[in-house]
């Protein structure tokens, strides 16, 4: 028995003609909304690494020198937050998954990505192989702001944005899944924004 | 302690305090927890929750220890379902009075 | 925490608007009745629910700006351009409407007249109130508490605002207020002018050695370099408590 409000109404209600917003989403425009569920790490980057594991122990490891040099590629996408903002175009650039996973053992089947500050989420291999993620350093032609996860995150443009991990740090190959920070709290285990899928159960 | 954050950090400028999640977690715990105390699972120091820090804009809120910032509580409302990841290894909670009774303060 | 052993349960509450008027260029005063009203202790809060007609609910946390004397219930909301609720409480609500409550909530960042006459040792330290723009809000209702009640306990407010015209419930604010002003001052301005930093403290407000209680509510940065500076000039961690306010990923 709520009381309602006249004239309330849910805001933000931009919406897109041509097909490229997901059920449930609303277009933030020029907006770039952060959202952050502990205080934002600050590594140097002459302390940073990037390192690739699987259950035996450390397989690569690169410095930020070591990182910056590898193959780049240049990526402009479409990225779909679970609460509910959309954001077309971005551009960033770095480093594909296709690179730092190239030699991914046979048994692996899944990724946990794991960032400064203790947060990880979750990722089948098929997901982040094939052109479709990037450890990227970049965005919009800049250096990537540490409030959006620099100096590196994940870019995983075709699942929900929580995939694409802040501050990524460690990547580990692993033939069984294992949830992530969002994905042990009820949000869904793979979180494709086309079919909706926000929650468990989804 | 954490390191402060410069003034650049807008993730730093939208930490809140416990204080401003007890109006959500009071549709689970029916009275107001900010003077709960808790003890963190992680660095075992108490303090009441409402000088805890708080996320409030990631998809749940998440409460953070004060003096180590590990994860205390998570707490989010999805689908007409309540969900608590209540992480703290004690957490005592003043009990409300008898319903009919106001108190009086 | 003596006298808290039992509290009340939560529920909402059905307020009726009696006023919605501008406190200011960026902020409006609500006025609210709210029958079953339980009482409430200067410092504390409610959230606020609205309800849209296809049922989407957004809820919002607002510290009180009246002390528990007075009968109605006032908030000072600001208006965040863009935001979803803010806009709503200060452009479209009138008068009759009816909006619902949850409260009061906070027994942390609290100050009474009456726990200071129980505790006699507590009730002889100071208090001092540090604000930042809206976050005067819950130092309004302890400035007006502390008069109506004629309590005795030494208390001084330290506020800053943007400019004159955003300086928020001057009914209350009295001679243990300094106000500096932020963004320039006008003409024949005796209060402070700049940012509230270390030097600023120190003259305007309870040194270390009369062991205040002190309160610092604003947004997150605001808090933050006011405690710093706090804890430079010598105040103890314990002796000070922060409520910040600052909008969510998204605006309010």
């Known amino acids: ?202 | 302690m954490t390191e402060p954050a410069g003034p650049s950090d807008t993730t730093a400028a939208r930490r809140l305090d416990g204080n401003a999640a007890a109006g959500a977690l009071a549709d689970l715990f029916a009275v107001d927890v900010t003077t709960a105390r808790s003890r963190c699972p992680s660095c075992g120091k108490t303090s009441m929750l409402g000088a805890h820090h708080l996320y409030a804009d990631a998809p749940a809120l998440v409460l953070r220890c004060p003096h180590c910032t590990d994860v205390v509580l998570r707490y989010a409302t999805q689908q007409g379902r309540i969900l608590l990841d209540l992480r703290a290894r004690l957490l005592t909670i003043p009990a409300p009075a008898p319903a009919n009774e106001s108190n009086g303060a | 925490m003596a006298g808290t052993a039992l509290q009340r349960r939560l529920t909402w509450l059905t307020a009726q608007v009696r006023d919605n008027r501008s406190e200011s260029p960026s902020v409006h005063r609500l006025v609210l009745d709210v029958p079953g009203w339980p009482g409430h202790r200067a410092g504390q809060h409610v959230v606020v629910r609205l309800t849209a007609e296809d049922g989407y609910t957004a809820q919002r946390s607002y510290s009180l700006a009246s002390p528990p004397e007075e009968p109605d219930l006032h908030l000072l909301v600001a208006r965040l351009d863009g935001g979803e609720v803010s806009p709503y409480l200060t452009d479209e609500l009138r008068a009759d409407d009816q909006v619902e409550l949850r409260g009061p909530i906070g027994g942390f960042f609290v100050w009474s007249a009456a726990a200071d006459r129980r505790d006699a040792q507590e009730g002889r330290r100071p208090v001092q109130l540090v604000a930042g723009g809206s976050g005067v809000a819950p130092f309004a209702a302890m400035l007006d508490h502390h008069r109506r009640t004629g309590s005795p306990t030494r208390l001084r407010l330290l506020y800053s605002a943007s400019t004159q015209e955003e300086i928020l419930a001057r009914d209350v604010l009295g001679p243990e207020t300094t106000v500096t002003l932020t963004r320039g001052v006008p003409a024949g301005w005796s209060g402070e002018a700049g940012r509230i930093d270390a030097d600023m403290l120190r003259r305007r407000t309870f040194p270390p050695d009369e062991d205040p209680r002190i309160f610092v509510c604003g947004a997150t940065m605001f808090a933050e370099a006011v405690s710093s500076s706090l804890l430079d000039l010598g105040h103890s961690p314990s002796s000070i408590r922060i409520e910040r306010y600052g909008s969510s990923g998204e605006p309010s």
């Open chain 1, 1 to 202: 028995m709520s009381v309602l409000s006249r004239g309330f109404r849910r805001g933000r209600s931009q919406e897109r003609s041509d097909g490229r917003l997901p059920p449930g989403q609303y277009d933030a425009g020029d907006g770039f909304p952060v959202l952050s569920a502990g205080p934002t790490p600050s590594t140097p980057l002459d302390r940073w690494d990037l390192t690739v594991h699987d259950e035996t122990g450390e397989r690569h490891r690169w410095s930020w020198e070591e990182f910056r040099v590898l193959p780049r590629e240049a990526v402009s996408v479409d990225i779909h937050c679970v609460t509910t903002w959309s954001k077309f175009d971005t551009r960033w650039e770095g480093v594909s998954l296709d690179t730092l996973l190239q030699d991914a053992p046979t048994t692996a089947r899944f990724v946990l990505a794991g960032s400064d500050g203790g947060y990880t989420t979750n990722l089948p291999l098929d997901d982040v192989t094939g052109g479709r993620a990037w450890v990227v350093d970049t965005y919009d032609g800049r250096p990537l702001a540490p409030e959006h996860g620099g100096p590196a995150r994940l870019l995983v443009p075709h699942l929900y944005f929580w995939k694409s991990a802040k501050w990524v740090r460690r990547l580990t190959l692993l033939p069984h899944d294992r949830p992530g920070f969002w994905e042990t709290f009820g949000y869904h285990n793979h979180g494709d924004p086309w079919l909706e899928q926000r929650y468990s159960g989804d």
